[in-house]
């Protein structure tokens, strides 16, 4: 089992999106796949119509005492979800030391899915640096960012070692600024940039407003075709870092 872990270098890079757009793809071509959501906004959930009432999650779990992985709800034969959780106003406040006590029984539990599964897709927020000890332990790493100017200051910031990929999202190919970037991240970053891209997509959009993934939304779009790509490649990258 390889865990991947997308990470977005800020905000709005539609991470969220990319780990369930992926995760459908994987599934397509045979994979077992649990998503898992490290974001306390909550959101992975909604590409997989579970309604947003719906409270249960692993932090949710965790809080009540509860065995965080008895939250994963089978969404199709092969394909399972971990939601956050609903947490309440001074819930979220307690998040760090939350974390800082989730992780023996993060390391735990996710070994004991092995047999279950064969990747896990883990969605992380956003500047939560309280999650990173959670994310190294993860065999892939993958940095979600756009290629504009704020992603492009940003990304000299973050420490080389807790990434292995860069991955450029809501990317227009028809904007000369992004063609730029891209130009110079490939030559600054080299194989750490992956090749493939998810393309700037009105469906993306629209299949979340569907409660739908992409491929399931609209199977021909060009956001579509990109993950699909991009689960190929989770799949040849397996165990591919220690």
């Known amino acids: 089992m390889t865990c991947l872990a997308f990470c977005g270098l800020r905000g709005?890079?539609?991470?969220?999106?990319?780990?369930?757009?992926?995760?459908?793809?994987?599934?397509?071509?045979?994979a077992k796949v649990l998503l898992i959501d490290l974001s306390?906004?909550?959101l992975l959930r909604l590409?997989?119509?579970?309604p947003y009432v719906d409270r249960h999650g692993w932090g949710r779990s965790w809080l009540d005492g509860h065995t965080w992985h008895e939250a994963i709800c089978d969404i199709?034969?092969?394909?399972?979800?971990?939601?956050?959780?609903g947490l309440t106003g001074a819930e979220h406040k307690n998040l760090p030391d939350t974390f800082q006590a989730f992780l023996p029984a993060w390391r735990d539990?996710?070994?004991?899915l092995a047999d279950c599964y064969d990747m896990v897709l883990i969605d992380t927020p956003?500047?939560?640096?309280?999650?990173?000890?959670?994310?190294?332990?993860?065999?892939?790493?993958?940095?979600?960012?756009?290629?504009?100017?704020?992603?492009?200051?940003?990304?000299?910031?973050?420490?080389?070692?807790?990434?292995?990929?860069?991955l450029i999202t809501?990317?227009?190919?028809?904007?000369r600024l992004q063609r730029d970037i891209r130009l110079s991240w490939q030559g600054q970053l080299g194989d750490v940039l992956l090749e493939q891209v998810i393309h700037r997509d009105e469906s993306?959009?629209?299949?979340?407003?569907?409660?739908?993934?992409?491929?399931?939304?609209c199977p021909d779009s060009l956001a579509a075709r990109d993950a699909s790509n991009l689960a190929s490649w989770c799949l040849t990258h397996a165990g591919a870092h220690p």
């Open 204 to 217: 993306m959009a629209e299949a979340l407003g569907q409660k739908q993934t992409v491929g399931s939304y």
């Open 76 to 85: 199709q034969p092969g394909l399972g979800l971990l939601p956050f959780g």
């Open 12 to 30: 709005g890079t539609g991470t969220t999106s990319t780990v369930a757009a992926t995760g459908a793809a994987l599934l397509s071509i045979g």
């Open 109 to 112: 539990h996710l070994s004991t």
């Open 170 to 175: 809501r990317y227009d190919p028809h904007s």
């Open 40 to 42: 306390p906004e909550n």
């Open 126 to 166: 956003a500047g939560e640096r309280n999650v990173w000890p959670l994310i190294l332990e993860c065999g892939l790493r993958v940095i979600t960012m756009e290629a504009d100017p704020a992603c492009f200051i940003l990304l000299t910031s973050l420490p080389r070692h807790t990434y292995h990929h860069c």
């Open 47 to 50: 590409h997989f119509g579970v």
